[in-house]
């Protein structure tokens, strides 16, 4: 399984960003989605997460700004990202576990395949 995350990039706080990741695999309909991220400095975060069902999960600093969807037919998941603050500024990941969620979205060891990563940055 592969995953290649795009749309990360520069913004002003109070924009938007849309990120999406393309995921390689036959039975992306039942995988566990999530996105996480990473200060500087930091531990990884969880921010968000879909399950097969498509049931969501987020982190309480992105309720209300930020949506996770998942399309089944074209293999990508996406954040949108709205009201983006400076806070908000990491690299961010996607991550997917082959089968449905098994612990809480932001459980890093759920997840058996990463993404590399894309740079957001809000100022």
């Known amino acids: 399984v592969q995953l290649v995350e795009s749309g990360g990039g520069s913004v002003q706080a109070g924009g938007s960003l849309r990120l999406s990741c393309a995921v390689s695999?036959?039975?992306?309909?039942?995988?566990?989605m999530g996105w996480f991220r990473q200060a500087p400095g930091k531990e990884r975060e969880g921010v968000a997460g879909?399950?097969?069902?498509?049931?969501?999960s987020y982190a309480d600093s992105v309720k209300g700004g930020f949506t996770i969807s998942k399309d089944n037919a074209k293999n990508t998941l996406t954040l949108q990202m709205n009201s983006l603050k400076p806070e908000d500024t990491a690299m961010y990941y996607c991550a997917a576990d082959t089968a449905p969620c098994r612990h809480q979205y932001y459980t890093v060891d759920e997840y058996n395949y990463w993404g590399q990563g894309t740079q957001v940055t809000v100022s």
């Open positions: 879909i399950d097969s069902d498509g049931s969501t």
């Open positions: 695999g036959n039975t992306y309909s039942t995988y566990c």
